[in-house]
């Protein structure tokens, strides 16, 4: 068996109840679906497009059988831009789409951003750039997941390896977005979201859920939408409820007023960024595997972790000290984890399909980025544990 | 109650220039509005960017200030997530019929019951004066400096191409036409067009030397006429205003909530 | 108590109240919309026409149309 333990902060998982647990044998765009219900959502705005379309079906027959709201809507800019607005109407909200429909959402997510509008945002990630390869893996965005919108600003991103995983990322994306009002990123891949396997469903109750803090400020009263907590977090009132108020894009005061002035545009960009930054240690989410007395430790996310651990276990089945981490946050980046989880490593081996992206923020993080080695396949084909295992024996001078 | 009980004062004198046909329209929706007593926790203002756009941040009401061209999309979310809501769109040149023209055609094809209100002044004023899809051939701008060789829309035909069922047009110089007008869209089922012909004195009027804004008023006048009317029947190269299409078409919030009804568990 | 209140800070001083009222009540005083009274009937034209906002006309104190002699 796997010596798995997990990043999460423990406690979650209640005890499970005796009855028979709900199985499915689903796709990972379909579990995406269902821990977006499980987790609340109400409203889904989206367009076609390989290979998330998936997660657009499933959810045009399911949301209207719980309540909730299902549009295509004309283009992937509206399909944002409709989440945003059903989300200040107090809806959980949810799109789904790929690289080509991931460009053309940034300047809605930038929108999210500024005017700190929960709301999730899962890319399936496929070959780019632009129409690239439509139904073939890919990782390349995961620098656009963090700065595809412009200027500056902090964004959550997670990801998985497994249909199971997936359900669960999925709603604590949604407990993300609520708690710290913020666009969430679940940047999945082409073969996650595509691969069928089994998923058991959680009970109710057996996540975490959160929901959005709601204003106590009574009616009549000034409330001020945009003025943070002192725990960075801001309380909420729909459009529709008592309070009136504006959302812009432009910078605001604690009114959501547009103001240029430099002590106030100062103070957001801060608060826009620390809310996020700041709890990078809390965001963190990560799976590890035999690392504590690993001298080859490989870093991997999403369908690559997938080669990496049967790489693991095999190599280790023959004794060799290999160890595994698989980030699930991206964003912000588990750097201080990544730096400590590796600090005893002769080698770590970034297995991910790009050029390097998250190879280069582990070359940042480690004592001795010398030692950080990229495996990549980018031709649209999976990575398999054979093109990690080459690399590992070149690396170790064990031949090919 | 009054019209100034609609606004939020503090931002007054607000920052449009001496003689912007948008206050007019402002002012006109205000009057609609307070005659029809509506709910006022209802009232949403989406708005997009430009001129037009600030009119969001002038109304005590919901507001939400979006991107260029988006406010329909904005919009249609919100609506979808409340439909009980009462929203307003007002839109400029760009908004309605450029950056956003694939919004605005598909807002009309659904027919969701969204007030849109088109601010026609034929320029792009925030940005100081370029030419717009509604334009026209032959006109100055800082971007058609030998005259503009575009045509325009008319977006009356575009909207009623589109599928809207409310589509009415009408100008700044006629100003209880513009709330009668806005008031009829707003108890309209569906999605409603009006489109209002503004003068922007300070970019369109200038630099095509038409004069500035009671000029352009009174070319408004003096150009337009009455659907229906003598006036146009005599005189068919004038622009016709009043109510082109009213008619009665399954309203897409009502008809996702038939959806619901049918298929709920 | 005057019919027409102006708000002589949001007024801008356009001229459109005063190109438009059908008595040609209002005149611009120092780039500032002001209403002679004694022209005024009261009919709140200005007021929708004011893209400032400023005027608001209390149709209240509309004159009423002499009654005829009633012995």
Known sequence: MSAATTGKTPGKKAAVQAAEPEIRFVQGNEACVRGALYAGLKFFAGYPITPSTEIAEHLAELLPRKGGVFIQMEDEIASMCAVCGASLAGSKAMTATSGPGFSLKQEAIGYACMAEIPCVIVNVQRGGPSTGLPTKVAQGDVMQARWGTHGDHSIVVLTASSVQDIFEITVEGFNIAETYRTPVILLFDEVVGHMREKLVVPKQGELHVADRLYTEVKPGVNYHPYLPREDGRLPSSDFGGVHRYNVTGLFHDIFGFPTEHPDQVSKLIYHLVDKIENRAHLLARWKEYYLEDAEHVILSYGSPARSARHLVENRRSKGDRVGLIELQTIWPFPAQLVREKTAHAKNIFVAEMNMGQVTTLVKQAVVNPNRVFLVNRVDGVMLNPQDIGRVMRTIEGRGF | ?265 | MEAVTINRRWCKGCGICVAFCPKQALVLEQEKAECRPEKCIVCGMCELYCPDLAIVVDKSLKPKKAVKGVA
């Not at chain 2, 307070?34 to 708005?47: G, K, Q």
């Not at chain 2, 094809?109 to 509604?134: C, E, F, H, K």
């Open chain 2, 1 to 265: 109650m009054a019209v100034k009980d609609y606004i939020r004062d503090r931002f007054f004198p607000h920052i449009w220039c001496p003689g912007c046909g948008h206050g007019i329209v402002l002012n006109a929706l205000l009057h609609a509005v307070d005659e029809l007593a509506l709910d006022r926790s209802s009232l949403c203002m989406v708005s997009g960017i430009g001129c037009s756009a600030r009119i969001s941040g002038y109304v005590g009401f919901h507001s939400m200030h979006t991107m260029h061209g988006r406010a329909l999309a904005c919009a249609t979310g919100l609506k979808m997530a409340r439909p009980s809501l009462n929203v307003f769109v007002p839109m400029g040149d760009g908004d309605a019929t450029a950056i956003g023209g694939n919004h605005f055609i598909h807002a009309c094809r659904r027919n969701i019951d969204i007030t849109a209100i088109v601010l026609n002044n034929q320029i792009y004023g925030m940005t100081g004066g370029q030419y717009s899809p509604l334009s026209g051939p032959g006109i100055l701008a800082t971007t058609a400096p030998y005259r503009s060789i575009d045509a325009a829309f008319d977006i009356v035909n575009l909207a009623m191409g589109a599928g809207a069922t409310f589509v009415a047009r009408t100008t700044s110089f006629h100003v209880k036409e513009i709330a009668d007008l806005l008031k009829k869209a707003v108890l309209h089922k569906g999605i409603s067009v009006v489109e209002v012909m503004v003068q922007c004195p300070t970019y369109f009027g200038r630099k095509n030397k038409i004069g500035g804004p009671v000029e352009i008023m009174e070319y408004f006048r003096e150009h337009t006429a009455p659907l229906g009317s003598k006036k146009l029947e005599e005189n068919p190269e004038l622009i016709p205003r009043g109510i082109f299409r009213e008619e009665t078409r399954p309203e897409y919030c009502e008809e996702y909530a038939a959806i619901v009804t049918r298929v709920r568990e």
